[in-house]
């Protein structure tokens, strides 16, 4: 069908023009402005050299690192769970499991402070306990557990899919051949769910390096990348130095999903 | 292998499903709460001090302009992301091979940035344009660019799995042209991946936050802006009004999300 070339090309046009104008062009303005500020480039230097930025981008990253094996521990339990049983009520859990998945993160911060604000049931609940309010919501916890909980419904949707998937004559073969139940998750399950695993969890880590909603509602005194990145360009009108910090917030999650793409040798995105 | 009717699980069995559950517990006892507490008179009494709709027409009547501008800036959304998007993953779905991959990698790089770093781009580059900066159509450009991947993605997916090059075939053999040929076949079939990618765009821009918030004005507050402003000022009840307004926004599309993707499942 070569006749139909000008209508595919004239179809691709408008994307293409839109993408140019309102991202890639803004883009590399962003860059630009990033080494126009006082430090001139050196602000893309100063990112990583000056303590305050430093600190933040090491407790981001090791932030999303926790949430991403924490997540994938948890996600991959339950999905293969869901995936390999049935029982009643099975699809009514997968639907509670999963709806939370487009929450924001403004809200999900809300829902941690239900969890472990200072009126929170947990601190309600270690009060009537041990006689004192255990208070989470607004420490590092507090983040942790913003951050798994919303990138839990989306991963697990990753895994069941991947376990359904799988073939169910390998795990039959395994146990015939007398595997225990650890054997057949290391040398079974494990291998058969990788792709889909590394590619949740590359999801995960990128959406954890750039989540800002739950941090900005909790209000905490850690600061993540985003927070600071939003310190500087509203308080400081530093607009120069967010603009360095941000690029390189997004050149290193797109370092991290472009490296588990080449692990997996597919788009990882598409578990997004 | 499925167990279906075996009645003597074992202890495996049933601590996985005890774990599965906390998980959801974990997921939905939350938002429980915080419908409770957004009908409660006096959240520090609790339930004792009764229940109340007064927290959610306070919220009803001072922030349902956020409401109704989220849901224009949503539908305007799906208007351009069906517009644009749906030829697009036509398009890709023809021009398979190392070029269609990178096409598609660049149209997902919004999604993969942090809305931060997209947003601030935005402001740098046309912040200072007119009167742009102020008008809701800023912020739509922002959720078009971040809803616009779920949507091609969604239909591209049901594009590769029909074999619709046979079906093209057939049809162009026939004399019909392309536009016959795109509205007649290409379109209806794939109608379900439409619908799915749909659902995602008016989910994901009602919710969309961390974008938003550097894009929007005093004139141009959406409903999560307005949300976190609640949460940051307001009593805690009238903020989880305000959530309970939010979710019964966004739990129906969730809802009709999931069925959605359990009828292509399905079938």
């Known amino acids: 069908m070569k006749t139909d070339r000008a209508w595919l090309i004239g179809m691709t046009?408008?994307?293409?023009a839109m993408f140019f104008t309102f991202f890639a062009v803004p883009l590399a303005k962003l860059f630009v402005i990033g080494g126009s500020g006082e430090l001139g480039w050196s602000a893309y230097v100063a990112a990583f050299i000056e303590p305050r930025y430093w600190r933040s981008m090491v407790s981001t990253v090791t932030?999303?690192?926790v949430v991403t094996i924490s997540t994938l521990v948890i996600s991959g339990v339950a999905g293969v769970f869901l995936a390999r049983h049935e029982f009643a009520g099975r699809q009514v859990l997968t639907a509670l499991l999963t709806l939370p998945l487009a929450f924001p993160g403004v809200v999900i911060g809300f829902m941690v402070i239900m969890l472990g604000g200072r009126q929170g049931l947990i601190p309600t609940i270690t009060n009537m306990l041990i006689g004192e309010k255990l208070v989470f919501a607004y420490?590092?916890?507090?983040?942790?557990?913003?951050?798994?909980?919303?990138?839990?419904?989306?991963?697990?949707?990753?895994v069941i899919a991947a376990a359904e998937k799988l073939d169910p004559q390998l795990i039959e073969a395994a146990r015939s051949l007398g595997a225990s139940n650890w054997r057949?998750?290391?040398d079974v399950l494990i291998p058969g769910l990788k792709p889909a695993l590394l590619a949740a969890g590359a999801i995960c880590f990128a959406t954890s390096m750039g989540a800002f909603g739950t941090a900005f509602t909790l209000a905490t005194k850690i600061d993540v990348l985003p927070m600071i990145i939003y310190t500087e360009f509203t308080l400081q009108a530093n607009i120069a130095m967010a603009a360095a910090l941000s690029f390189v917030l997004g050149l290193l999650t797109w370092a991290a999903l472009a490296f588990a793409r080449s692990l997996t040798g597919n788009t990882v995105a598409a578990a997004a | 292998m499925k167990s279906t009717f075996n009645i003597h699980r074992s202890p495996v069995f049933w601590s996985l499903l005890g774990f599965t559950i906390v998980v959801a517990a974990f997921l939905l006892v939350p938002?429980?709460?915080s419908i409770l507490t957004g009908l409660t008179n006096n959240q520090f009494v609790g339930l004792s001090s009764g229940l109340t709709l007064k927290w959610v027409f306070k919220v009803w009547e001072s922030y349902q302009d956020s409401l109704w501008l989220s849901l224009g800036i949503a539908v305007a959304c799906l208007a351009s992301t069906l517009v644009m998007g749906v030829p697009a993953a036509y398009v890709?779905?023809?021009?398979?091979?190392?070029?269609?991959?990178?096409?598609e990698e660049m149209l997902m790089l919004p999604v993969a940035l942090p809305g931060l770093a997209t947003a601030l781009a935005l402001i740098v580059t046309y912040g200072a344009l007119g009167n742009f900066r102020t008008h809701w159509t800023f912020i739509l450009v922002g959720h078009f660019l971040f809803t616009l991947p779920f949507m091609v993605r969604s239909v591209l997916a049901v594009l590769l799995s029909v074999d619709m090059h046979t079906l093209e075939e057939g049809a162009r053999s026939l004399g019909a042209t392309f536009v016959q040929r795109f509205c007649g076949i290409v379109l209806p079939n794939c109608r379900s991946g439409i619908v799915a990618g749909s659902l995602m765009v008016l989910t994901l821009s009602i919710g969309e936050f961390n974008m938003t918030l550097l894009l929007h004005t005093p004139l141009t507050q959406t409903l999560p802006v307005g949300l976190a402003d609640a949460y940051a000022s307001l009593r805690i009840e009238v903020g989880s009004a305000y959530t309970i307004v939010f979710f019964m926004m966004i739990v129906p599309l969730l809802i009709a999300l999931q069925?959605?993707?359990g009828r292509k499942a399905h079938k």
Not at chain 1, 143 to 158: A, N, Q
Not at chain 2, 92 to 103: D, E, F, M, N, W
Request: cysteine-free.
């Open chain 1, 139 to 158: 420490s590092m916890v507090g983040l942790f557990v913003g951050y798994i909980y919303f990138s839990i419904p989306r991963t697990i949707l990753t």
């Open chain 2, 92 to 103: 890709l779905s023809r021009v398979q091979g190392k070029l269609a991959r990178t096409i």
């Open chain 1, 63 to 65: 932030l999303s690192v």
């Open chain 2, 31 to 33: 938002v429980v709460l």
């Open chain 1, 13 to 16: 046009l408008p994307v293409a």
């Open chain 2, 259 to 261: 069925l959605a993707g």
């Open chain 1, 184 to 186: 057949v998750l290391i």
